[in-house]
Structures are given as structure tokens and as C-alpha cells.
């Protein structure tokens, strides 16, 4: 009889044996296996391209909460937003508007997504189905106010002008507007609440088209390009041609326009923190006492 040790002695040698070995086909598993990772290599690069690897998809607005507030019997909701708090030149303009809930256009996003011919494929169709109202903020309100208030008065302003007077209103950014009814301020909402997109596609279409005939009462600054945005080629025609009246004063490229071609338009300031002597005169007659504080 064998002994227990005796035998996994024996099958430790014959593993030893068949490990060490060459199979019948081994070059040839080498060989493929050498061409593997090439072809796996080859494998990922027409599959990454088709799957779109390392794009992040965008979801777009909603009617998610307009739908909410209808079911609970709040009706008209409307969106509101604005195109141009941050050119050079030119108005800030807000719209409003109260989509139909049965006829609501396809493809609506926010405005920064599309293209300008798709704004204004979709601009036609919102004014055409639903409520839509406009107000435009002067470069001069804007000089007088700062961009700011000057955007919240005009978005307001748009809300007041709607056919239909709103029960909600909701608007881009971190602002409430004062309005009568229940407003709802949403950070990134042109990109979440379809009526606010709406209404980004009505604002930037209108200011667009405004911008387009300013460029023609003021020919040299490229108002039709780049809608008074501080592009090179705009900053270039401000330190050529100087601002017009269109022109926001006080934004500092503007500003500095102003000081080289209208240095009487710039007013002085006031160094608030400049050190001025004061001459002191004490009579000699008056005398000290020492101890008159003890």
C-alpha cells in the first residue's frame, strides 16, 4: 500500500512535468496571442468614435414644472429671461412667455445651444403659439442704473406687458423680480424650464435683430458680427473710431475709449483718500498745564 505522502510527491512531479512541457500548438497560441492586442487596439478605435466616448449628453429643458403647478390649478405660468447683460453696446432685452401646453414647438432649448438659424426657425413658432411679450433696457437706463437693476426692471417689465397677466412666474438666475404674483427664480434656467428657454430664444433674436440695424446707423464697429460683445475686432474699432451713443459709458473699455477721444466727457474723481494739511494756529498766550489732567 502506498503511503499518502507518497502519491502527492508523485502527482506534484507529473504537474511539474506537463508545465514543462511544449504543447504541439504552442507557437501558434503565442503567435496569436502576440496579435491580440493589436487587434483589440484596433477593435477600440472604430468603436470610440461611433460611442462618442468622453461626451457628456446634455438632457433638455422641461415642462416638468409648468406641468406641476397646472396640475395644482396655478394657471398661466410663464418664463422669462434676457439677452445682454455682457456687451459693450447696445441694450439688455427680456422676454416672457407662456407656452401653450398643447402647442408647444419642438426642439426649444436654451438659446446658447442652438444655432442662429434654429433660433430663428423656433422664434417664429413660439410668437406664432404662445403669449410673448418684450422690454428693452437703454444703454443710457443701463449707464444710470448698472446692469443689474437695469435687467431686473426690463425682465419686469416683460412680465407686465404679457397679454395675460401670470400666477407664476419663473426667471433665470439668482433674482426674483417683484412681481404680483408668486415669482420663482432658477439658476441655470434657461437650460431646465422650457418657458424660460422660450423666452431666452425670443430675447437673444430680438437683440440680434436689433443689433443688426444699429450696424447700419454706425458703420466700422461690426454691431452685426458680434452683437457689441468685447471681441478683438470690436475693442479694435473703440480705440479707433471712440463710442457712440450706444455704448455703455461706464464699462471700463468703454471708459477708456472715452479718456482718448472725448477726454472732456470724463469727469473728475474725487481721491478720497488723498492727505491734505491743515495749518493749526495756537495763540501764544495760552498756556499748558501740565497737571491739569491729573
Known amino acids: 500500500m502506498r503511503r499518502p505522502g507518497r502519491l502527492r510527491t508523485i502527482a506534484a512531479m507529473i504537474r511539474d512535468k506537463s508545465a514543462t512541457k511544449p504543447a504541439k500548438d504552442a507557437p501558434q497560441k503565442a503567435a ?80 446658447k445651444r442652438l444655432t442662429a438659424e434654429e433660433r ?17 433696457a437703454s444703454p443710457s437706463r443701463i449707464d444710470r442704473d448698472n446692469i443689474l437693476r437695469a435687467s431686473l426692471w426690463a425682465l419686469k417689465r416683460a412680465v407686465v406687458a404679457l397679454p395675460e397677466a401670470p400666477r407664476h412666474v419663473f426667471v433665470d438666475g439668482r433674482d426674483r423680480l417683484d412681481t404680483e404674483c408668486d415669482c420663482e427664480a432658477v439658476i441655470g434656467g434657461d437650460g431646465i424650464v422650457l418657458s424660460i428657454a422660450a423666452a431666452s430664444i425670443v430675447a437673444k433674436v430680438t437683440r440680434d435683430r436689433l443689433m443688426c440695424a444699429l ?14 460683445y468685447a471681441v478683438p475686432e470690436h475693442l479694435d474699432a473703440l480705440d479707433r473710431l471712440g463710442p457712440t451713443i450706444h455704448h455703455r459709458r461706464f464699462f471700463a473699455p468703454v471708459a477708456a475709449a472715452r479718456a482718448k477721444h472725448m477726454p472732456w466727457t470724463v469727469e473728475p474723481v474725487q481721491d478720497l483718500f488723498a492727505v491734505t494739511e491743515v495749518e493749526v494756529q495756537v495763540e501764544a498766550s495760552v498756556e499748558i498745564d501740565a497737571s491739569a489732567g491729573l
Do not use: M, N
Open 32 to 111: 496569436a496571442k502576440k496579435a491580440a492586442p493589436a487587434k483589440t487596439a484596433a477593435a477600440k478605435a472604430t468603436v470610440a468614435p461611433a460611442g462618442k466616448k468622453g461626451i457628456i449628453a446634455v438632457a433638455p429643458p422641461s415642462f416638468r414644472r409648468e406641468r406641476a403647478l397646472i396640475k395644482r390649478g396655478v394657471w398661466p405660468v410663464a418664463g422669462c429671461d434676457e439677452a445682454g447683460r455682457g456687451p459693450l453696446a447696445g441694450p439688455v432685452v427680456a422676454a416672457a412667455v407662456i407656452l401653450d401646453p398643447d402647442r408647444i414647438p419642438r426642439g426649444i432649448d436654451d438659446s
Open 120 to 136: 430663428e426657425r423656433l422664434f417664429d413658432k413660439i410668437c406664432a403659439t404662445a403669449q410673448v411679450s418684450v422690454a428693452v
Open 215 to 228: 450696424a447700419q446707423d454706425c458703420p466700422g464697429y461690426g454691431f452685426e458680427q458680434h452683437k457689441g
